[in-house]
């Protein structure tokens, strides 16, 4: 197989950079890496169907410490957002990975600004995730 060019960086919104380095300083992401997170915002995200604009990019993860399974991760997700042309459209599924990710940041942002005292486990994460999706 080709190797797949994601290029150098995946992007988040610039002004919400450090507001990612706060989130993974909560309990909840203690030893996650800035790619584990964007990943999990990207499902989130995608999952909600909350794709949002980002009006400043900055590459906030290294394409160079995703490994090979999250590479094949965020290209699934091209294949369903895409299509067939999916592995000739990198750039896009970059671009609409990091929409995805940005609509799944603000959630848990939300969240976590909502229920800080309550949510110390990922199940209780989870129900609320859940009980967001039901609205």
């Not at 394409?63 to 294949?79: C, E, M, P, R, V």
Request: net charge positive.
């Amino acid at each position: 197989m080709k190797k797949l060019d994601f290029k150098r960086n995946v992007n988040v919104e610039r002004h919400e950079n450090d507001e990612w380095t706060e989130i993974m300083q909560h309990s909840l992401f203690e030893g996650f890496e800035k790619k584990e997170l964007f990943m999990l915002c990207l499902a989130l995200g995608y999952k909600m169907k909350m794709p949002k604009d980002l009006k400043t990019k900055y590459g906030a993860v290294n394409i160079a410490s995703i490994n090979d399974k999250q590479k094949y991760l965020l290209t699934s997700f091209g294949f369903d957002e895409i299509g067939d042309e999916a592995l000739s459209k990198i750039s896009t599924i970059r671009s609409s990975a990091a929409k995805y990710a940005k609509g799944g940041f603000q959630i848990l942002k939300k969240i976590l600004t909502e229920y800080t005292d309550d949510i110390v486990t990922a199940n209780e994460l989870y129900s609320r995730i859940m009980d967001l999706s039901k609205k």
